[in-house]
């Protein structure tokens, strides 16, 4: 049977591109199922894209806040409605397990419930003159016409914080998703349409990264660019959109660690290592790729994790029982094998794993063992680099310092943990450890909406996302000033 062609949504009406040609979708447990095929858009579709979005924009601003909560609310209904549909989908189209793929769903059911009630609240200040008769306050205003680029691995969650806030906040969009996986964000573009959203407010544009998301970035129009992928893409837009003097803002890559103190539960810490690293595949931008363990009990925790890491089952994510699925493409499986190429030639010990995984209906899928090395040193490139799959590095520490200069010794600053059962570790770890977030007694993945997410250093420039702080990216501060004294009164002007 033919795949289904899916098409643009722009200006409130579902089109082909003007190229007339479509890609693939392929499922990544199964290269041979086609799951469709999607506009291979052009400079042009943008063009029309980002013009709907100018044209629908007066009157979304003019929309009350509230009203545009009210859409919002009910996008995350039809969310829930549509939680078990959009899930399997969405393993289909990029692998990873149910289980995991309903809570890709939840995060946007989540981010709907909470940032539809920011259609009622989008906080200002008011705040005392220094004169008389005299009012101030600060109001939020709509950027204007949003461009997002998302990535691949939370097909639906990633979108939905950067489409929810965004349009909540006055804004219009046009979205170009992650080639690999364009349905889950098709499916959340018509629960907008089929919820009120008005034609033209949100616009979708499938296509390549230079195809699509370059014009995007460089279109005139479009007042800012609210990214995530990798570090070398997110460079990408920082030059662009600097150069046309655009507001962006990036979500990029992770080196994520945990530290593991002689003190911790050890059965505890390895469950949430197993989760952090292996989760998604090691797929998540938050994904615990370093695991830095106090030296005495390096061996015990070491034989726990080996023990466990072989329990877990590889297959088609669509199988309850299945705990990893495949990589999300044929590039990203030997990016992996040729880190633990890498990771063996620079002197690392390999514990488990490190191989391709074909056996067991796995073989026409993108499977990779999960796999675990020991003897790293801190400044190899397998504890360097982002090797976004399965492979974690245990590193040795001494101490608590020892091993939080470790985590910090990473150009990124996203995500990091720590195990212990001590209160003043915990809160030192909190203070020094040098990420967006931090977790104590728990895994680096599994951030909630309610709080913001992002990190230092190479893995962002600043913005956060999600929590109140997602309203900061997606508003401009506008400040008043009312003067009701009737006489021209001076600011710092003495009489
Ligand atoms: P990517 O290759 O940078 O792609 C991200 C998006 O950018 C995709 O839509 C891609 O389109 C587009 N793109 C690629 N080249 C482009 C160009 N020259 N101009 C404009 N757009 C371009 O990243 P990915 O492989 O999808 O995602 C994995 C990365 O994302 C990892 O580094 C991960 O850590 C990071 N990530 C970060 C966060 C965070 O919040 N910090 C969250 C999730 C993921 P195509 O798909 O068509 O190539």
């Not at 913001?452 to 250093?457: H, Q, R, S, V, Y």
């Not at 190479?458 to 309203?471: S, Y």
Request: glycine share 10%.
């Amino acid at each position: 049977m033919a795949a289904k062609i899916f098409k643009n949504y722009i200006g409130g009406e579902w089109k082909a591109s003007s190229s007339g040609e479509t890609f693939k979708n392929i499922n990544p447990a199964n290269k041979k199922e086609v799951v469709g095929r999607f506009q291979q858009s052009t400079a042009r579709d943008v063009k029309e894209a980002v013009a709907a979005a100018a044209e629908a924009f007066p009157a979304w601003k003019k929309t009350p806040a509230p009203k545009r909560g009210e859409i919002l609310f009910r996008v995350a209904e039809s969310l829930v409605k549509n939680k078990e549909k959009l899930a399997q989908d969405m393993t289909r189209e990029m692998g990873k397990v149910i289980k995991e793929t309903r809570g890709d769903v939840q995060e946007a059911i989540d981010m709907g419930y909470y940032t539809a009630g920011e259609g009622r609240r989008l906080l200002g200040e008011t705040v005392p003159s220094e004169l008389n008769e005299k009012f101030c306050m600060s109001v939020r205003m709509p950027v204007g016409i949003v461009a997002a680029i998302t990535p691949w691995n939370f097909p639906l969650a990633i979108p939905s914080w950067k489409l929810i806030p965004a349009l909540v906040a006055g804004n219009t969009v046009v979205i170009k998703p992650a080639s690999d996986t364009p349905l889950s964000v098709h499916h959340f573009v018509r629960l907008m349409e089929e919820a009120g959203l008005p034609p033209g407010v949100l616009n979708l544009v499938t296509g390549s990264g230079r195809g699509v998301g370059t014009p995007l970035m460089d279109h005139a129009k479009v007042n800012m660019v609210s990214f995530t992928g990798s570090t070398e893409t997110g460079s990408l837009v920082a030059q662009h959109c600097a150069k046309r003097m655009k507001q962006y803002s990036l979500e990029m890559g992770g080196k994520n660690a945990i530290l593991v103190m002689d003190d911790a539960d050890l059965n505890l810490a390895v469950e949430g290592v197993i989760w952090g690293a292996f989760g998604t595949t090691g797929q998540r931008c938050t994904a615990c790729s370093r695991v830095i363990v106090h030296k005495k009990v390096l061996k015990k925790f070491t034989n726990l994790l080996i023990k466990r890491t072989k329990t877990l089952k590889l297959g088609n994510g669509l199988n309850e029982k299945i705990d990893v699925g495949p990589l999300v493409n044929e590039g990203q499986q030997q990016k992996v094998h040729e880190y633990v190429k890498i990771g063996k030639e620079e002197g690392a010990r390999l514990l488990t794993g490190g191989s391709y995984h074909r056996s067991g209906g796995c073989r026409d899928g993108f499977f990779y063992k999960p796999t675990v090395f020991a003897d790293v040193a801190p400044k190899m490139r397998i504890a360097q680099e982002e090797i976004f799959g399965p492979v974690l590095s245990v590193i040795a520490c001494r101490s608590l310092d020892h091993g939080i200069q470790i985590v910090n010794d990473s150009s990124y600053g996203l995500s990091s943990a720590i195990f212990t059962q001590d209160v003043n570790r915990a809160f030192q770890a909190i203070e020094h450890l040098d990420t967006g977030i931090t977790y104590i007694n728990a895994s680096t993945i599994g951030a909630e909406i309610q709080l913001p997410f992002g990190g230092t250093k190479g893995t962002g420039n600043g913005h956060r996302e999600a929590g109140t702080a997602a309203l900061e990216t997606f508003t401009e501060w506008k400040s008043v000033y009312v003067d009701y004294s009737g006489k021209l009164q001076k600011a710092q002007i003495e009489d």
